[in-house]
């Protein structure tokens, strides 16, 4: 009784909430730490669990009062000071909540003094807690399907069940059971129905129940099973196995096949016959033999956007990724007891915005745990530590593919329920196949495309409170698990394979573009395409009669257009059903046939071409083909076709990427090759340059890579720096598991003759810089790769007028050196010193000046180009120091009396590498 009193006079104060100022002196709510108040409410209960305590410092109050928040509704609640002690209270509804009807409530509760005055409110969140009041309910009164005698069937009839509870502990179906004992059939936890015996002609009359996951019993439905006689068919002329050669287009399956009915029983006559042709390729690779070129050059194929690709089926893989196992280095293995892997943000930034797409490959099947809300996580983004938010996330549960984003509360008013959880209940999350599954997320919009096909029936779709405020918190991006921080490890681990997990963030990528990464390149074919399963691994024939059918099953054929398709077997399942103009239906057990596919061999990718090629000074300053002539051909077991003046492969093959080499690299400001834009553009060929290489990159035939590297032009301003230049090529197809030879490009430039009027025009085009003095020590160094082929080797052979350079080079050469060793036995001489201890340690110059007299004719040869030599370790230095060591052997045989001289040069030779010019002047 006195409770009521004081229920009473809370409500009766709590009107009049607004009167009077509250002071420090007045009492407040005592919250301890904490923030706000949290509540649980059980749906057939009235007191609320808070926490912490309701309770009052100060003096004591007159009452507890609750302060709706703007724009709330009505507030079910009150707050009963406590009898024991009025500074404390609790909180209770005025009548029983539903769960199903609201799930939570937020509001705020404050003290009133006796005063009047309202001490300022604190926040109270209230959940509400579902209990298993509803049953699962059926969608349909009864079931009736039909079967025929004697035929196993994988699923005759799916029957289903929802619970208008708001939890998924009660409001989730668990499982179905047949409450008829013995029965020839069996019902799965998802509700299939199929035999488990071969039935036999009658009505079989089940009765099923459901139950939720709380293990509350529906009632039961009414099954009824029509097992029909059937009277026997069979098709004749079809061969068990049929072998196919890749390359060969498409090859009819069954060129003889004819329909027999009934051994010739008449009874039946037909109203129409339905075959269905099924290609099973569950055992290739992800279900079918697909393009294997690499994920990147998948998508540009298709006309997809970039992305991040975190789960590669090929190529190298990050280091982080060493932890999962991968199975046939393309598809990742995850065991449900080893730990996840985290993704760095430097790899991928964990903020996905609201616009995003995740594509990926996943076989799955039921987990054998008998806990129905166990989860398994295909990604998932956690707070990295304190605390275990779950920002975004996809992950199965109970063989649902349940997607979660949460916002963040900084995204919208806190009070506000939004969309939180995307659940789709479909079958192939469970059945053990490979499946493409993409999910294009445009918040609050968000689709599923399934095996290229954009899921029709919608999700059911929960709503939820934002993310509530937190500082110095960063996310964890994982793979294959969920980052639990506050444990320091993983859970909800997946057990299952997951394969090509890619993110776009920012965008939402075309359905179409998935589409076509999932399509199979093997296929059945039929002439009505409109008759292809989504996946075009079924065909579905209808025909009025039997010739007709006949017809339709004869032009059925098998192609497979990869070019090294997955050798070995592929089964294929015949199922035929026939309706007769009485009603009665006829059918046949399916037919099992199949296709062997044969290896193609072995695969070779061959680059040729004529080299050397010559160019002159003005050529190479211009811009020259840097292969003019290359050649790229293909060929299985070393054999290709000529077709036109082409090879055969050239049209028909493909390359992903070539690679041009440059050793050393080039010269930014002197040379670089300039790539024909406007093909590049057009064959849909990428191009990456350095100065140490230059790579072509995109899924094109061997013709297109060959027009473009013969696009390519080599550009050098300073040609007379250089003997030759030399590129290395090679290419490769499927992501490096075909690599072609590496072929070799020179490049040889012609050097002008002095007297050649080239050589003038040159000289004059060529800005004229300070003669400086000659160095006794300096090297050539031509531009060339430093490859080594064990196959081919190229020399280089000079053309005439590069011939006649270097002769000249070389005796003007010999020339000075000769006068530079009689001038210093001279200066030795008439200075009458002993230097020869100082000679052998460095053949330093004295300071005195040096008068040399030369033949004009010399002068004018051996200087035709000092300032190239001086410059840039010009590129016949080296080969002149060559041909002047033979010519002084030669020279030595008839002026052996100068032994003086030659014994000062061979001196010269020995210490040549320590000679230092003196800076006196030179006068010649």
Not at 41 to 66: D, M, Q, S, W, Y
Not at 348 to 360: A, C, P, R
Not at 628 to 642: C, F, R
Not at 800 to 809: D, E, F, L, R, Y
Request: with cysteine; net charge negative; charged share 25%.
């Amino acid at each position: 009784m006195k409770e009521g009193l004081i229920k009473r006079q809370s409500s009766s104060i709590a009107a009049d909430a607004s009167i009077g100022q509250w002071t420090e002196d007045d009492p407040k709510l005592d919250i301890g730490e904490g923030l706000l108040y949290h509540g649980l409410l059980r749906e057939n209960e009235t007191e609320v669990e808070v926490t912490p305590g309701i309770k009052a410092k100060g003096p004591p109050p007159c009452a507890f009062v609750i302060l709706p928040l703007e724009d709330s509704s009505e507030i079910p609640f009150e707050v009963v000071v406590s009898e024991v002690d009025r500074q404390q209270a609790k909180l209770f509804a005025r009548k029983t909540l539903d769960c199903e009807t609201k799930k939570g409530y937020h509001f705020q509760i404050a003290v009133q003094a006796c005063n009047g005055h309202v001490s300022p409110g604190v926040e109270a969140v209230v959940s509400v807690l579902d209990v298993n009041e509803h049953a699962p309910e059926w969608y349909h009164p009864s079931y009736e399907v039909e079967a025929e005698e004697g035929k196993m069937y994988s699923e005759l009839l799916r029957v289903e069940a929802s619970d208008r509870d708001c939890s998924p502990k009660f409001g989730d179906i668990c499982k179905y059971e047949i409450l008829t004992i013995p029965s020839p059939f069996i019902i799965t936890a998802d509700g299939v129905l199929k035999n488990s015996e071969p039935l036999t002609p009658g009505d079989h009359i089940l009765s099923v129940v459901a139950y939720d996951c709380g293990m509350k019993r529906s009632r039961p439905v009414q099954i009824t099973c029509h097992v029909k006689a059937t009277c026997h068919v069979a098709w004749k002329g079809i061969e068990e196995q049929v072998e196919y050669t890749p390359g060969s287009g498409v090859r009819n399956l069954y060129p003889g096949a004819h329909l027999e009915l009934c051994g010739g029983n008449k009874s039946c006559e037909v109203s129409s016959i339905s075959t269905s042709v099924s290609l099973v390729t569950s055992h290739i690779g992800k279900g079918c033999d697909r393009d294997t070129h690499s994920l990147s050059n998948r998508i540009a194929k298709c006309g997809g956007q970039d992305g991040v690709v975190v789960l590669p089926s090929s190529g190298p893989r990050p280091a982080w990724l060493d932890t999962i196992p991968s199975q046939d280095e393309s598809v990742y293995k995850f065991d449900g007891q080893k730990d996840g892997v985290r993704v760095p943000e430097s790899f991928l930034d964990h903020n996905f915005t609201h616009q995003f797409t995740v594509g990926f490959w996943m076989k799955h099947k039921t987990p054998q745990t008998v806990d129905k809300h166990h989860k398994e996580h295909i990604f998932c983004s956690a707070d990295d530590h304190k605390m275990n938010r779950h920002h975004y996330g996809l992950f199965i549960r109970n063989c649902r593919l349940i997607f979660l984003l949460r916002r963040d509360f900084s995204e919208g008013d806190l009070n506000t329920f939004r969309p939180a959880e995307w659940r789709w209940k479909i079958p192939e999350v469970c059945d053990g196949e490979w499946h493409h599954y993409g999910l294009l997320v445009s918040f609050p919009q968000v689709r599923l495309v399934l095996d290229g096909k954009e899921v029709e029936k919608k999700p059911e779709v929960i709503d939820d409170w934002p993310l509530h405020p937190s500082q110095g918190i960063k996310t964890t991006f994982t793979i294959g698990a969920c980052w639990q921080s506050s444990e320091s490890g993983f859970q909800h681990m997946l057990t299952g394979y997951l394969g090509d997990l890619y993110v776009i963030r920012g965008r939402v990528e075309d359905p179409k573009v998935l589409t076509c990464l999932s399509q199979c390149k093997e296929q059945i074919s039929s002439p009505s395409q409109n008759t292809l399963s989504s996946r075009l691994n079924e065909v579905s024939l209808d025909a009025g009669d039997v010739e007709e059918m006949n017809g339709k099953l004869r032009s059925i054929g098998y192609v497979n257009d990869r070019a090294y398709p997955t050798p070995g077997l592929r089964p294929i399942r015949i199922t035929t059903q026939i309706l007769c103009k009485g009603g009665e239906t006829l059918s046949m057990d399916p037919i099992q046939s199949g296709v062997k596919v044969l290896s193609r061999g072995r695969h070779s990718i061959t680059i040729s071409g004529s080299t050397p090629a010559h160019y002159s000074y003005e050529d190479i300053r211009t811009g020259v083909p840097a292969f003019p002539d290359i050649q790229l051909s293909s060929a299985i077991d070393g054999e290709d076709i000529w077709r036109n003046g082409e090879p055969e492969s050239a049209m028909e093959d493909t390359l992903e990427t070539c690679t041009i080499h440059l050793n050393p690299p080039m010269v930014s400001d002197q040379e670089h090759l300039e790539p024909p834009h406007d093909l590049l553009e057009k064959l849909n060929i990428h191009i990456d340059t350095s100065d140490s290489a230059v790579t072509l990159s995109g899924i094109a035939p061997l013709l297109h890579y060959r027009d473009v590297l013969r696009g390519m032009q080599y550009v050098n301003s300073k040609p007379a720096y250089y003997l030759d230049r030399q590129f290395q090529v090679s290419c490769m197809d499927l992501d490096s598991r075909f690599v072609s030879n590496d072929f070799l490009q020179v490049l040889s430039i012609i050097h002008p003759t002095p007297e050649s009027p080239a050589t003038n025009e040159v000289k004059q085009k060529e800005p004229q810089k300070e003669r400086k003095p000659w160095v006794a020590h300096s090297q050539s160094s031509p531009q060339e790769a430093e490859f080594h082929h064990p196959e081919t080797s190229y020399v280089l052979q000079p053309t005439n007028g590069s011939s006649t350079v270097v002769i000249i080079a070389v005796v003007c050469l010999g020339a000075l050196v000769s006068i530079v060793v009689f001038g210093v036995i001279r200066i030795r001489a008439a200075t009458k010193k002993s230097q020869h201890e100082a000679l052998d340690q460095d053949m330093a110059w004295d300071d005195s000046s040096l008068n040399i007299t030369v033949n004009p004719m010399d002068d004018a040869k051996g200087l035709e180009s000092p300032e190239t030599e001086s410059d840039s370790d010009s590129y016949d230095s080296g080969s002149g120091r060559e041909d002047d060591d033979e010519d002084r052997d030669g020279r030595a045989e008839d002026e052996e009396e100068d032994d003086e001289v030659n014994g000062e040069r061979r001196k010269q030779r020995l210490h040549h590498e320590f000679l230092e010019w003196d800076h006196g002047p030179l006068n010649i």
